[in-house]
């Protein structure tokens, strides 16, 4: 059993330092889906990289061109770096994302979105605290920790952080594959950081992530807004199309609506349905995340199985319309729907993309509207699912065990995580998702945060993984 | 027949100062449904009264109090005007308002919404240049050029302009059913200059509104937003079941799909279908104000009927949705949408009320949501109908063939001017309504403007009203 506890002990005194490099990192809004929001997402990207050569590592910059169908942007940069190069050591590729969701003061947050704000309860209320700058730098934190302690650290890393996550990742699939055999080319297995606990107590190693298919419907018609009241009637208006439209995908109960999609979901096998029940989870926990009981079932199980292994689709929100307070009087001319589905296995990307192009060109056609309709992929991420029975697994599994006392549970992921697959695919090693956060962190919600206890053990769990891995590797112990 | 020359060629002569006035309106952006506006608001309605008093007039600026509902707002106070005494002549309640629509530059203006701009074809664009600060502007004008030419005004005016003609009117009502016996009582009828000619050439009198009954649905769930691949497909999406509601009132041909409405429409009489061939109107001058050809019907009359006799209902739009451009995988946690219906006779507004609150009831309660709905009347004003048989629109339209050498159109507005209707019920005077602008105009829209040509020939027409309605009022003509 590694000797650890110096290591431990360094990341309780370093933990107010921990907490003002988080500070840092949370207060450059590094939003990647908004154009005048660019600079600081590079900034950001420039920032992380001197955190990691002021603990010894090095790092470059790579630069992936302009953003496909947007030009006028860079993409942000993809930070590559390594700490260790000893080939008596194993490798492990580490990755992260440090560009943001968007995040305005009014939309509802209690505290300024950009200052990083921790109450009496140790809650790190944030953009970004938990999603996915506080794992990122959970890294950077134990390598200082094991410097401060006289403890070597057991293996080589190699980071690859990227800042556009939550804009599609654009850029970084092709990185990766021309970087497979070559800055990524020692890689043994790769451990990520960027998604939650299921509850709040226990935490979780996570073998699979639901893909997303994110879609957009413009429907115009009048050249400008018009006034409703001079034309309304006469005239066919945009928003009665796209309402009709986006009204026809999904039942208040979560079914899917659109042909052929249940055709595609792998059916439930009696062992997968034997992980469910000793997963440590409640409708409480999940009814204090949601901050209320609109659930859709009455069981842990079922919600489960529809959060981690059957697809949803959500309408996020129309683009065009009026959005503020008020009454506007107004026949909006333009307006873009925005809707996306979660997948699983065995739906591919092109074949759920046929299936809902089919269904909005057939709807649009059933209105008989003289407006137009235009129908767009923003961006698509395929799902993942990997062997839980690796040296990976068994390593983070008995990582969890020293620091909290538990042994964690095995899920799958809602949320996406596209890059899995792409190492998965491009490197051919063992993907291993080891989170930090809990699920109550409201991650891409108002009032996003990290729980300092999250954080500080999480800096453990993340160093304690480095040793076990590292003997794993070399001696499985199953 | 009015000796008008002398004030014709004033106006012509003063037509750069005027448009300078103008100019300074526009200037002041007097959005009534911005709170933080507000202030803009009570700043243009000084504004507008200094110009009264500037021209010999007297003004009371009346306090209303607090806003209903919103008791942190003030309401706009309500302008109170007087031009002439003379027990001998007969006294004309002039109404307008100096607030206007929202408008942002980023909503696609191609020039600055609040800064008058004339283009070379003589379009003065700007918000509120026609709806309504140029009308209104426009009596201002025509008693200075009287002034100018040394014609007397051959009638007292009394002045009413509001302030919150654009969020409701609130408070007006009181004011006019207190004023009815005291300041307005003078009045022998009443002119409004607040709507548009149904084309660009032809000017009209029109002598009938739509109501507008203005309401939102507000569905709430989740104590927060949500991240759509962690919890879509176990949760109850409040936009599910919005979109499915608004998705129940209206076909894209725009027949209302809410049980009931149909039955309270009056029927058409054989006497009112033939007011529509006469009236000049081309498919070619609806394609052109749209800025397209997404007409409903294709033919005018059918198209003017749904303008002006039939009920419409518009979606206008959702607060707390997403609504930037970009990609955000969120579940809003309360959503509320916004729609209106314009009314015509005989649609009691409670009895629609009724129809709407039950239909959205139902359909709810279909969806059978965990989520909260909520059901509320934003504002309600009733259409409104008038005898065109009387001698203020035997005035009106001889002033309409002196100034433009044309018989007017005798129309039905679908736009509501919610005041028209208590003039008439408060005072018990003959209203009419006299537009200055064209079917063009934009009201409401981006780029809305008002051309040269009307505002000036516009306010030619104001003061030939004014010398035809003096004598038509005293001998009729018919």
């Known amino acids: 059993m590694p000797h650890l506890d110096p290591y431990f002990k360094e990341v309780d005194g370093l933990q107010g330092k921990f907490i003002d490099r988080l500070k840092s990192a949370v207060a450059i809004p590094s939003i990647s889906s908004e154009d005048e929001r660019?600079?600081?997402?590079?900034?950001?990207?420039?920032?992380?990289?001197?955190?990691?050569?002021?603990?010894?590592?090095?790092?470059?910059?790579?630069?992936?061109?302009?953003?496909?169908g947007r030009e006028h942007l860079d993409l942000p940069p993809v930070l590559l770096g390594r700490y260790g190069n000893d080939p008596n050591k194993k490798t492990i590729l580490l990755y992260g994302h440090y560009d943001v969701q968007p995040a305005q003061k009014s939309d509802g947050w209690a505290t300024d979105p950009f200052t990083l704000t921790m109450d009496d309860k140790g809650r790190m209320f944030g953009r970004g605290s938990t999603d996915d700058k506080g794992p990122v730098l959970g890294w950077i934190n134990a390598i200082e920790a094991h410097q401060?302690?006289?403890?070597?650290?057991?293996?080589?890393?190699?980071?690859?952080?990227?800042?556009?996550?939550?804009?599609?990742?654009?850029?970084?699939?092709?990185?990766?594959e021309e970087e497979a055999k070559k800055f990524f080319k020692d890689a043994d297995v790769i451990c990520?950081?960027?998604?939650?606990?299921?509850?709040?107590?226990?935490?979780?190693?996570?073998?699979?992530?639901?893909?997303?298919?994110?879609?957009?419907?413009?429907?115009?018609?009048?050249?400008?807004?018009?006034?409703?009241?001079?034309?309304?009637g006469m005239t066919h208006e945009p928003m009665t199309d796209l309402i009709k439209i986006m009204g026809s995908f999904v039942d208040p109960d979560g079914k899917i609506?659109?042909?052929?999609?249940?055709?595609?979901?792998?059916?439930?096998?009696?062992?997968?349905?034997?992980?469910?029940?000793?997963?440590a989870f409640t409708m409480n926990d999940l009814h204090e995340s949601l901050g209320s009981e609109v659930s859709i079932y009455d069981n842990k199980d079922d919600s489960l199985k529809h959060k981690m292994r059957y697809p949803s689709l959500s309408l996020h929100g129309i683009e065009g319309a009026f959005y503020t307070p008020g009454a506007k009087t107004v026949i909006p001319a333009k307006v873009i729907g925005k809707f996306s589905i979660r997948t699983v296995p065995n739906m591919e990307i092109d074949?759920?993309?046929?299936?809902?192009?089919?269904?909005?060109?057939?709807?649009?056609?059933?209105?008989?509207?003289?407006?137009?309709?235009?129908?767009?992929?923003?961006?698509?991420?395929?799902?993942?699912?990997?062997?839980?029975?690796?040296?990976?697994y068994t390593a983070a599994a008995k990582a969890v065990e020293r620091?909290?006392?538990?042994?964690?549970?095995?899920?799958?992921?809602?949320?996406?995580?596209?890059?899995?697959?792409?190492?998965?695919?491009?490197?051919?090693?063992?993907?291993?998702?080891?989170?930090?956060?809990?699920?109550?962190?409201?991650a891409h919600s108002i009032n996003e945060k990290l729980d300092k206890r999250n954080y500080i053990e999480g800096t453990k769990l993340l160093g304690a993984y480095l040793h076990y891995v590292a003997g794993e590797l070399v001696h499985p112990s199953k």
Chains 1, 2 share one sequence.
């Open 148 to 176: 401060k302690a006289g403890v070597e650290v057991p293996v080589n890393l190699i980071m690859c952080f990227e800042g556009m996550e939550e804009n599609g990742s654009e850029g970084l699939d092709n990185l990766i």
């Open 351 to 392: 074949a759920v993309t046929q299936l809902v192009e089919k269904h909005v060109n057939e709807e649009f056609a059933r209105l008989r509207s003289k407006n137009k309709m235009k129908f767009n992929v923003v961006h698509c991420g395929k799902w993942w699912v990997e062997d839980f029975n690796h040296p990976n």
């Open 403 to 442: 620091v909290y006392g538990v042994k964690p549970d095995m899920t799958r992921e809602g949320g996406s995580i596209p890059v899995t697959l792409t190492f998965q695919a491009q490197l051919g090693k063992n993907v291993l998702l080891l989170p930090m956060g809990s699920s109550t962190d409201a």
């Open 38 to 68: 660019r600079t600081d997402v590079v900034k950001m990207g420039e920032w992380l990289a001197e955190q990691i050569r002021a603990v010894g590592g090095t790092v470059e910059l790579r630069q992936l061109g302009k953003q496909p």
């Open 257 to 279: 609506l659109i042909k052929g999609i249940d055709d595609l979901v792998a059916p439930l096998t009696d062992e997968e349905a034997a992980l469910y029940p000793p997963i």
């Open 192 to 232: 990520i950081s960027d998604n939650y606990w299921l509850g709040t107590e226990k935490p979780c190693l996570t073998y699979g992530v639901r893909g997303c298919n994110y879609y957009s419907i413009e429907v115009s018609g009048p050249g400008q807004d018009l006034h409703s009241g001079v034309y309304g």
